[in-house]
T-cell receptor, first 110, second 112 residues
């Protein structure tokens, strides 16, 4: 069964706008990761945030983690057409297994 | 190699046939995973290999599915007597630290 659930399922924005998506999970975690999947390809790791961290940045990406609410958000600033993809959160089920949500599909319109 | 390599990229087979999917992990990565992704869905864990330890097969959906990893490197996922519900993208990933996963481009399996 899936541990993480992303919201919204789909998001359409204009180039230059920010995109925010959320992930909620059920059980305690050691870390949470975000991955991107371009159509027809494998997933690419974007960022990992540990349970004792509240916020992390990587380029135009900002991830927050609220362990009390069991939720995380991914913000993509100044979106580009190349950001069009599906985004998945993944939580650690144990010390090696990740559970992925169903993903948020982001479309960036030119 | 530079990344995780999977072959074939596409496989069309008839119901009842056996198929073999191959994964070449990143050199030096001891952890190897197989996941399955059905259309529009998240990833479903299938199996995990770590070095010489016994694999975690808890995600294999039926005894028609099996996987092996030879010499701690290349892995093969075998599906016997394929069914239409086996149609999906099969993704392989490897990891050097069992945290951050590096994925291959997947094998799109279509069972007619």
């Amino acid at each position: 069964s899936q541990q993480g659930e992303e919201d919204p399922q789909a998001l359409s924005i204009q180039e230059g706008e920010n995109a925010t998506m959320n992930c909620s999970y059920k059980t305690s975690i050691n870390n949470l990761q975000w991955y991107r999947q371009n159509s027809g390809r494998g997933l690419v790791h974007l960022i990992l945030i540990r349970s004792n961290e509240r916020e992390k940045h990587s380029g135009r990406l900002r991830v927050t983690l609220d362990t009390s609410k069991k939720s995380s958000s991914l913000l993509i600033t100044a979106s580009r057409a190349a950001d069009t993809a599906s985004y998945f959160c993944a939580t650690d089920v144990n010390d090696y297994k990740l559970s992925f949500g169903a993903g948020t599909t982001v479309t960036v319109r030119a | 190699g530079a990344g995780v390599s999977q072959s074939p990229s596409n496989k069309v087979t008839e119901k009842g046939k056996d198929v073999e999917l191959r994964c070449d992990p990143i050199s030096g990565h001891t952890a190897l995973y197989w996941y399955r992704q059905s259309l529009g869905q998240g990833l479903e864990f299938l199996i995990y290999f770590q070095g010489n330890s016994a694999p975690d097969k808890s995600g294999l959906p039926s005894d028609r599915f099996s996987a092996e990893r030879t010499g701690g490197s290349v892995s093969t996922l075998t599906i016997q007597r394929t069914q239409q519900e086996d149609s999906a993208v099969y993704l392989c990933a490897s990891s050097g630290d069992a945290e951050k996963l590096f994925f291959g481009s997947g094998t799109q399996l279509s069972v007619l």
